[in-house]
């Protein structure tokens, strides 16, 4: 199972949200990659101005294996921020913050 903190995860995350942009979003049309002290922030633009009700939470994995829908899953599961919006020339960009480095030891108990 894929970690916050994984360099794999990243290239998983980048993955599922250009893989959506050509998908769903009528393709990409831009990718943006930050460093912060928190993270990575990674954002995908594409020509569709629909927000995923995924992007906003909540968002499950099948039940059992359909072939598709697990993106948004992992992607919420990943990441710490997702920020999705419409883009005033049209288009959306979604932009989420996925935490690297050690992630804190669970406490005793």
């Known amino acids: 199972m894929p970690r916050r903190g994984d360099p794999g995860t990243l290239s998983l995350v980048v993955s599922e949200l250009v893989t959506n942009a050509i998908r769903h979003g009528g393709g990409l049309t831009g990718f ?30 099948p039940p059992m294996h359909q072939g598709n829908g ?14 999705a919006r419409r ?12 935490p690297m480095g050690d992630a804190p030891a669970p406490a005793d108990g």
């Open 32 to 61: 943006d990659v930050m460093t912060t002290a928190d993270g990575v922030r990674i954002a995908v633009h594409d020509h569709s101005d629909v927000i995923p009700q995924a992007a906003l939470g909540g968002a499950d994995l």
């Open 70 to 83: 697990y993106g948004w899953p992992l992607v919420t599961g990943l990441t710490s921020r997702i920020d």
């Open 87 to 98: 883009r005033p020339a049209g288009g959306k960009t979604i932009a989420v913050l996925l």
